[in-house]
């Protein structure tokens, strides 16, 4: 049963520490999406990537995100120095999208509860 | 930049009810999704669609290409459909990422 995962599911730190979130796409998918949702502006993009290139991150604060696939295995969200107002669920997709396709069914991890105190 | 409206925000109905849920964008695009998000907060993709309808079990969804709309239709309504459903398109601009409706938070009473 292929799924998208994320680790930490849930993770509590204080203001100014690193946080990182890993997300492990669906093997064979080329494109992965980090999305982050709140009470107030509810889902947003952040970044996404296809082929591990970043393709766009206008979404993402550039001064204190950063996001990276060091291998299509792997997506990494870092945010630093973490601040209050970046308490939110953020959320990894997956999907396989091509060149004449690009809209393709996205497929989204659990999430990771991110409280930034 | 793609602009999502959805309605309604929040809907309370009796288990058996037909829902319906709208949503209107504002720049054409080449499909559209509809979600599902969980109680739990897990996100489930219930259908991408360019045009005309589409059907899973009691989910009905229909897109207008012309008028920039889409609906959601649920048929003889069950508890177990309590969530929160939303709307995304491409953000535009031949970018993958989506753009996405504030959801419609639906509750079914038995």
């Known amino acids: 049963d292929a799924r998208v995962t994320q680790t930490p599911r849930h993770k509590v730190t204080e203001m100014g520490q690193e946080v990182t979130m890993r997300c492990q796409p669906i093997?064979?998918?080329?494109?992965v999406f980090w999305y982050r949702q709140t009470m107030m502006q509810g889902l947003e993009l952040l970044a996404y990537?296809?082929?591990?290139?970043?393709?766009?991150d206008s979404g993402m604060p550039k001064d204190r995100f950063s996001a990276e696939m060091p291998d299509a295995t792997l997506a990494t969200l870092k945010i630093q120095p973490s601040e209050p107002r970046d308490s939110a669920v953020y959320f990894c997709a997956s999907g396989l999208a091509f060149l004449l396709n690009p809209y393709n069914e996205q497929f989204f991890g659990p999430g990771t509860r991110l409280t930034v105190l | 930049k793609n602009e999502v409206e959805q309605s309604p925000q929040n809907l309370t109905a009796q288990e058996g009810e037909f829902i319906t849920i709208n949503c209107s964008y504002s720049v054409g695009i080449s499909a559209l999704h509809w979600l599902q998000q969980h109680p739990g907060g897990g996100i489930v993709s219930l259908f991408m669609l360019s045009s005309g309808k589409k059907k899973h079990g009691r989910l009905i969804a229909t897109i207008n290409i012309q008028e920039k709309h889409s609906s959601l239709h649920i048929t003889a309504s069950h508890p177990r459909d309590s969530a929160v459903y939303i709307c995304?398109?491409?953000?535009?601009?031949?970018?993958?990422?989506?753009?996405f409706g504030k959801g419609t938070h639906l509750i079914i009473q038995p």
């Open positions: 990537f296809r082929n591990r290139a970043p393709l766009d």
């Open positions: 995304a398109v491409p953000s535009g601009g031949g970018a993958d990422g989506l753009t």
């Open positions: 093997l064979g998918h080329n494109t």
